[in-house]
Structures are given as structure tokens and as C-alpha cells.
């Protein structure tokens, strides 16, 4: 069974930085694409980023180009993101997801089949 869990969120400051990690296990975590979404109240979750079972691809969201960074460690079935320059408008709860099977990257939640508990980040004006 697939079990993906987040960990690293926190209160930050405007400007400042955090590091998720979603430790992946339950099958070969290399085999798939993964993806980190959000979902702030009151809105929808949402496509943070996306990284292909290599890490050579990626994809972000507009709002967070430039400032987050999508990256897999295969050998220890770990993604990550780094965000950098955290905005208030960050402030969501953020899941790391894979989906059941291989294939294209998606980038829509219907793509994704397995979730983390998902992590709380706060950022304060």
C-alpha cells in the first residue's frame, strides 16, 4: 500500500524559506511522476509543481516559478520542495501526491490517486 507523508511546514515570515519533504513508500517510488498541490480556505486545491520519476522535468505554477524548487531523491523515496521568498498568499496546506499508475504528467488533481495528510504553512505579513 502507498503511503506518502509530508513533513516540514511551519510559521514563517514574509521573505523567509521552508523545506517540505514527503517520504514515499509502498513500491518503487522511482517507477512515478509526483507533484505538490496546496489548498488554501476557502479555494481549491491547486498544482503547485511537478516533477517527472527522473527529476529531469519539472513544472510550476506561475505564482511560484522562480521561488519554489521541485526536487526526488530516488534513494531515499523522498520529493521535495523548496520555497524560497514565501508570500502571504503561500499560506495553504500542502499534499504531495503520485498517481497509480505511469504515464503522463498531470497536473490536475484527478491525476493523482495517493495523498499525503498534507502540511500547514503559514506565512505572516
Known amino acids: 500500500q502507498v503511503q506518502l507523508v509530508e513533513s516540514g511546514g511551519g510559521l514563517v515570515q514574509a521573505g523567509g524559506s521552508l523545506r517540505l519533504s514527503c517520504a514515499a513508500s509502498?513500491?518503487?517510488?522511482?517507477?512515478?511522476?509526483m507533484a505538490w498541490f496546496r489548498q488554501a480556505p476557502g479555494k481549491e486545491r491547486e498544482v503547485v509543481a511537478v516533477i517527472n520519476w527522473s527529476g529531469s522535468f519539472t513544472y510550476y505554477v506561475g505564482a511560484v516559478k522562480g521561488r519554489f524548487t521541485i526536487s526526488r531523491d530516488n534513494a531515499k523515496n523522498t520529493l521535495y520542495l523548496q520555497m524560497n521568498s514565501l508570500k502571504p498568499e503561500d499560506t495553504a496546506v500542502y499534499y504531495c501526491?503520485?498517481?497509480?499508475?505511469?504515464?503522463?504528467?498531470?497536473?490536475?488533481?484527478?491525476?493523482?490517486?495517493?495523498w499525503g495528510q498534507g502540511t500547514q504553512v503559514t506565512v505572516s505579513s
Open positions: 509502498g513500491r518503487t517510488f522511482r517507477d512515478y511522476a
Open positions: 501526491a503520485a498517481p497509480r499508475l505511469p504515464g503522463p504528467l498531470g497536473y490536475d488533481s484527478s491525476r493523482y490517486d495517493y
